[in-house]
C-alpha cells in the first residue's frame, strides 16, 4: 500500500485509489442460531434492524450503530506503533470506536482491545461516549489519535473508547465500528473519518464506494477517493439524496412480475452497509415475501430449497431505472434453517437497502454532489 501511495503522489493526475480488503464474518445473528440462541436470544432482547435510524432509540444525537445482521469487515490501525482492528464500515452511522482495556463486558473478552498507554499519539480528550441500541448499549469516552486506513495515516482522528458493550457484541467477529454517514449524525459532535480524510485533502475525490462479493467471502473490497470500474459492468445511475444525514434516497416502487407488490406511490430507503438484509414495514415486506412464495417461520420467511430457480425476480424502480434482484441474490441458504428470503421486518415507513441489495449493485457515497450512485455489480 506504501508503494502504492508513492506511485499516486508521483503521478498527480492520476486517480488514487485508497482501498481496504474487506471479509464477510460471520454475523452476531449467524452465531447464535449456530448454538440454537437466537429464538431465546431475540425474546430477551427484541431484535429491531431499524432501531439506529429511530431517534426514539437516540443519546444526544446518536441512534444506535449495530444490529445483529452486520457482517462485512476490514483492518484498519490506530496509534504508533499501530494496533490493529477489524472493523464494520458502516453507512449507517458516523462515530469510529472500538474496545478498550478499561471495558469490564464480556463482550470485550473476545475482541482486540485499543491501550492507549503503549500509543506516543494518544491525547485523551474525556467527553462521555453513550451510544444505545436496539440490544443493548455502548459506553466510553473519547479520545485522538492517528487512525491508518487502507495504508493512509488519518492524523488526531477522534474516537471512542469502550468501557461497557451490548451483550450481543460477543458474538460478532469485528470488534468495533467506523461510521461512513455524514458528520451531523455523530455523538459529542465527533468528526467522521471520512471528514477528515477530505479535509486532509487524503483522497482525489470526496466520495467512497463498496463492492460486496456475492458469492464469497474474500474479494469484497471499500475504495476511498474514487471509483474501481473493475468492480461493475454498464453506466452509473447517479441518485439524489433525500435527506443528508444517512444515505438515504427515494425508492419509487417495488415490482414483482410488473405488479407493484410495495412502495406505491414512493417510500423512502437508506443504502446500508451496516445491515444484512433488505428491511422495511410489516406490511410490505409481508406482501412481497408472500408473492415470492415465502412463508412467515419464527420471524422469519422461509421458502423450499429447492424452488428457488422458480421464484421470481423482485425489482426496485429508483430514479427512473430498475434494480432487479434475482431469487439467486434475495434468497440464502442458512444450513441450519433451511432457506429463508433476505427481506425483512422493520419500521413503520422506512427500508433499508443492505447487503442483499448492494451484492447485486456496486455503491458509490458521493459526499461533494451529495448523491448515490449504482451500477451492476459483476
Request: with cysteine.
Amino acid at each position: 500500500m506504501k508503494w502504492a501511495l508513492v506511485v499516486c503522489a508521483m503521478v498527480a493526475l492520476s486517480e488514487c485509489l485508497i482501498q481496504v480488503p474487506l471479509k464477510k464474518g460471520k454475523t452476531a445473528r449467524e452465531s447464535l442460531e449456530e448454538k440454537g440462541l437466537w429464538d431465546e436470544y431475540r425474546l430477551k432482547y427484541p431484535y429491531n434492524p431499524m432501531a439506529k435510524f429511530d431517534p426514539r432509540f437516540a443519546v444526544a444525537n446518536e441512534p444506535m450503530t449495530n444490529d445483529a445482521d452486520m457482517s462485512y469487515y476490514g483492518v484498519i490501525s490506530i496509534g504508533t506503533p499501530p494496533q490493529s482492528f477489524k472493523v464494520i464500515f458502516d453507512t449507517g452511522s458516523s462515530n469510529l470506536w472500538v474496545p478498550s482495556t478499561y471495558c469490564t463486558s464480556a463482550a470485550c473478552n473476545n475482541h482486540n482491545k485499543y491501550n492507549p498507554s503503549t500509543s506516543s499519539t494518544f491525547r485523551y480528550n474525556g467527553s462521555p461516549l453513550d451510544i444505545h441500541y436496539g440490544t443493548g448499549s455502548m459506553t466510553g469516552f473519547l479520545a485522538y489519535d492517528t487512525v491508518t486506513v487502507g495504508g493512509l495515516p488519518v492524523t488526531n482522528q477522534i474516537f471512542g473508547l469502550s468501557e461497557t458493550e451490548a451483550p450481543f457484541m460477543q458474538y460478532m467477529v469485528a470488534d468495533g465500528i467506523l461510521g461512513l454517514a455524514y458528520p451531523s449524525l455523530a455523538a459529542s459532535g465527533a468528526t467522521p473519518v471520512f471528514d477528515n480524510m477530505m479535509q486532509e485533502d487524503l483522497v482525489n475525490q470526496d466520495l467512497f464506494s463498496v463492492y460486496l462479493s456475492p458469492n464469497s467471502q474474500q474479494g469484497s473490497v471499500v475504495t476511498f477517493g474514487g471509483v474501481d470500474s473493475s468492480y461493475y459492468t454498464g453506466p452509473i445511475t447517479w441518485i439524489p439524496l433525500s435527506s443528508e444525514l444517512y444515505w438515504q434516497i427515494t425508492v419509487d416502487s417495488v415490482t414483482v412480475n410488473g405488479q407493484v407488490v410495495a412502495c406505491s406511490g414512493g417510500c423512502q430507503a437508506i443504502v446500508d452497509t451496516g445491515t444484512s438484509l433488505i428491511v422495511g414495514p410489516q406490511s410490505s415486506i409481508s406482501n412481497i415475501n408472500t408473492v415470492v412464495g415465502a412463508s412467515s417461520q419464527n420471524g422469519d420467511y422461509v421458502v423450499n430449497c429447492n424452488n428457488i430457480g422458480q421464484m421470481p425476480d423482485v425489482t426496485f424502480q429508483i430514479h427512473g431505472q430498475e434494480f432487479t434482484l434475482p431469487a439467486s441474490a434475495y434468497v440464502r441458504q442458512v444450513s441450519y434453517y433451511g432457506c429463508r428470503t433476505g427481506f425483512g421486518n422493520g419500521g413503520d415507513s422506512l427500508w433499508i437497502l443492505g447487503d442483499v441489495f448492494i451484492r447485486q449493485y456496486y455503491s458509490i457515497f458521493n459526499r461533494a454532489q451529495n448523491m448515490v450512485g449504482l451500477a451492476k455489480a459483476i
